[in-house]
């Protein structure tokens, strides 16, 4: 059932297709930026969207609060126990999730880098702060670096993982006071920073973590506002639905004013650390009204998700890319010391934009079918194993692999254990029991 029909179809609350399309605009945003930085060709996207296309950053941070937290606001909305949270087990689960392709792509970033100037002891520190993810800490990893030049966001999201534990209980129990010293860390922090705008220590410091606190604590409160609102008679009924929709129509048209305000700000990096929290404010608003109001049709989700899911080997991979194909290989084909987008060579700038969109799409598909995939595969188990299913069917798969495996599979699927003798499964630590299920192959 589409958008139009008199019933709409159900609000998936553990994964809304809004999250997706998000994930979506913003990797294209942030590659249209870099892709353009290199070609200078205009003509393809709107070209506020191409200038300020950096700020899409922001969105996967938000984006990357929300879905964590999903689980979190699901139950407390709907007054299930918590997720239990075992620290070491989540470190776990995001380090399998986002180092294999990340390593990966280091390790290409390293060959040209050791091609153009060879072996030193600044690439040995480079490359060192890389691998533990610490690159914002040192300038010339941050922003000198010979390695790949996007990955100072995985600092970002390191630090948000490692506090997540910590976090999520807190951001349900006391949900006020947890997001506002959020907003209060990325308030005063940005009221530090500003007034050392035109120093050489700005550049360094309006992207660091602090300065996207409270962006996190936006992606946390949309999660909590889109549980509480994703169940209820109103989602079946259209109007309701529909107007939830016209309202993601609306906060699009904000997001879109927001990054035109961005793109053609005079002091640029001073506006988008003033300006983040509007846009995250605008993103969050898109991310919720179309969550509960945008239907789509399946093989549009499908394509969205399978989008959604490549987007990060393309973040890890597409500037590089052009960066390599560019002023290595010079393609398309130049020469001399000054590329030809600085000449004015329009012809050439159409060709590098088309090759550099065209190499960075071939090249995620490679990266996500020839490595993310196959290593998370093989780090969660067989194939289904890994993916994240909602409470109580969890508990299904599981009954249908008694012993070792099923006690494996439970172990994986979140802390619970089945009692002895029945089919009604507790949670460790709280002692809530889900109603009794039958059992059933994993999907």
Known sequence: MGVLSRTPAPIDADRPAAADLLRVLAAWAVGAFHIWQ???????????WQR?????????????????????????????PLPLTRPAAFYRRRA??????????????LVPALHRAGWS??????????????????????????????????????????????????????????????????LGYTLWALPQYGSDAYSSLFNQFPAFCGVLAVGLAAALVFARLARGG???RLLP??????????????????????????EFQRYQLVNRMPLALAAAAVLVCFGLGLTLPRPVRRVLSWLAALSYSFYLWHQMLAVFLKYDLHLPAWSGDTPPNQLGDTVWMRQAHALYWTAAIAVTLAAYYGVEKPIAKRLHGKKGWGRALP?????????????????????????????????????????GQCPPLQAAHPR
């Open 234 to 236: 109103w989602t079946q």
């Open 38 to 48: 290199q070609s200078w060709y205009s003509g393809a996207a709107p070209a506020h």
């Open 241 to 266: 639905r529909a107007g939830c929709t016209v309202l993601g129509v609306l906060a699009l048209v904000w997001l879109n004013a927001q990054l035109r305000a961005q793109a053609y700000a005079v």
């Open 391 to 431: 409470a109580c069917r969890n508990f299904a798969a599981a009954a249908a692999f008694p012993g070792r495996r099923g006690r494996r599979l439970l172990r994986r699927r979140g802390g619970f254990h089945i009692r002895p003798g029945t089919l009604r499964w507790q949670h460790t630590a709280t002692g």
């Open 96 to 109: 399998v999730r986002l180092l294999p392709a990340y390593y990966a792509s280091l390790l290409f970033s």
């Open 121 to 186: 002891r600044t690439l040995g520190i480079d490359l060192a702060a890389h691998l533990t993810l610490t690159q914002q800490l040192f300038p010339q990893s941050y922003l000198a670096t010979r390695l790949n030049g996007v990955t100072w966001t995985l600092t970002v999201f390191a630090l948000f993982y490692l506090v997540f534990p910590l976090l999520a209980p807190l951001c349900v129990r006391r949900p006020l006071p947890t997001l506002g010293a959020l907003c209060a860390v990325q």
């Open 52 to 80: 300020a296309g950096s700020v899409g950053v922001d969105w996967l941070v938000l984006l990357s609060a929300f879905c964590l937290f999903l689980p979190w606001a699901n139950a407390a909305a709907q007054g299930r």
